[in-house]
């Protein structure tokens, strides 16, 4: 979708070259090591055992057959297990994560420093993207390929701070919600509908107050409306009730993109795109697997699927919903959410953008 990057990309590059230097399009990039030998079996290492994502991905891995060209060629070999230390819900699982790791094989180690020499390449898949800074900045200095978890940061400013440390590090990374790569996402952005006119989408949305509230589960709704919209986005509104969330985005060539969080009645994933040529469903979850295909051809190339002012951009969304909210629904301008949040990724970096 060249035709409707060109204006987010402007702002956001005046932006973050204003704010002391991030280097986007990264995206389609330039791999910033030699693509592995295609025969070489890739060592897998897991920052954080505390969602069900780790098992997931693991088993994707470790389970894949001979024949699977998709999957195939990867071992995950060592884990360190601590993450989110104050949300409950996720620090509460890392017991028995931890014991089903080591029973698929995999070596549990006691710091992200014991980690690193073992593997090629890292999955940080710790819940809670408070630490996602301070971990991707260990796997940043040593150049290994990494995925970052949903969410990438707890707020726009963290996110803009890791995306300016691989690009100083020219380390190989992206950050996505698996609802990127369902099928009917994908064709929608492959033009199902010809040129996308306007998307709705919807997913569950519980808040976690330690993140910007869409940044924990709305992510996932957001990232659906973002691959069939493409970047673009100006404006933010935002209304929210005990039960739900509604984000309504207009794009500068008049284009609106909505959103719609649910926390009652019956939940689930989805959403209707308008386009040219048509009106499609973006249709149901299509599970972890799609996603973790991108994973491992990333893995191999170090070339990220996704451009990194996409990701900023979707994030910066969020952040412009709860400015909005906060301000009782009066119109926020991405512009502005991006100037803040560079101000506060300054502040969040120091002196690390100088240690290279």
Request: net charge neutral.
């Amino acid at each position: 979708m060249p035709s409707l990057i060109n204006w987010a990309s402007r702002w956001t590059l005046l932006l973050l070259f204003a704010s002391g230097g991030l280097i986007l399009n990264r995206g389609s990039g330039v791999a910033a090591e030699p693509s592995p030998d295609s025969e070489q079996r890739l060592r897998v290492g897991v920052i954080g055992l505390d969602t069900s994502h780790v098992l997931a991905f693991t088993k994707a891995f470790q389970q894949a057959k001979p024949d699977d060209p998709d999957l195939s060629g990867f071992d995950v070999v060592a884990a360190y297990p601590f993450g989110s230390a104050d949300i409950e819900s996720s620090a509460s699982r890392i017991p028995k994560y931890t014991e089903d790791m080591k029973a698929l094989g995999v070596e549990i180690v006691e710091s992200i420093d014991q980690l690193l020499p073992k593997v090629d390449c890292v999955l940080l898949e710790t819940n809670d993207g408070r630490l996602h800074l301070e971990q991707a900045l260990q796997v940043f200095r040593v150049g290994k390929p990494v995925f970052i978890d949903k969410p990438t940061g707890s707020n726009l400013a963290e996110v803009v701070a890791i995306y300016r440390a691989a690009a100083h590090y020219n380390a190989p990374m992206f950050s996505s919600s698996s609802l990127r790569y369902s099928d009917g996402a994908q064709a929608i952005r492959g033009g199902k509908v010809g040129r996308v006119l306007g998307c709705t989408t919807y997913s569950p949305c519980s808040l976690e107050p330690t993140h910007v509230d869409l940044f924990w589960y709305g992510i996932h709704g957001v990232e659906s409306l973002y691959t069939c919209m493409g970047t673009g986005c100006q404006t933010v509104t935002h209304n929210s009730t005990q039960d739900f969330e509604l984000a309504v985005g207009t794009w500068s060539d008049g284009r609106i993109g909505t959103f719609r969080g649910i926390r009652a009645g019956t939940k689930g994933y989805g959403g209707l795109a308008f386009g040219d040529k048509g009106i499609t469903e973006i249709g149901p979850y299509g599970g972890y697997r799609p996603l973790v295909v991108q994973i491992a051809k990333f893995f191999r190339t170090s070339k990220p699927p996704i451009a990194a002012e996409e990701t900023i951009e979707l994030y910066a969304f969020m952040q412009a919903a709860a400015k909005s909210k906060r301000q009782g629904g009066t119109p926020v301008a991405m512009a502005e959410v991006m100037r803040e949040a560079n101000q506060a990724a300054d502040h969040l970096l120091g002196n690390e953008l100088k240690q290279k």
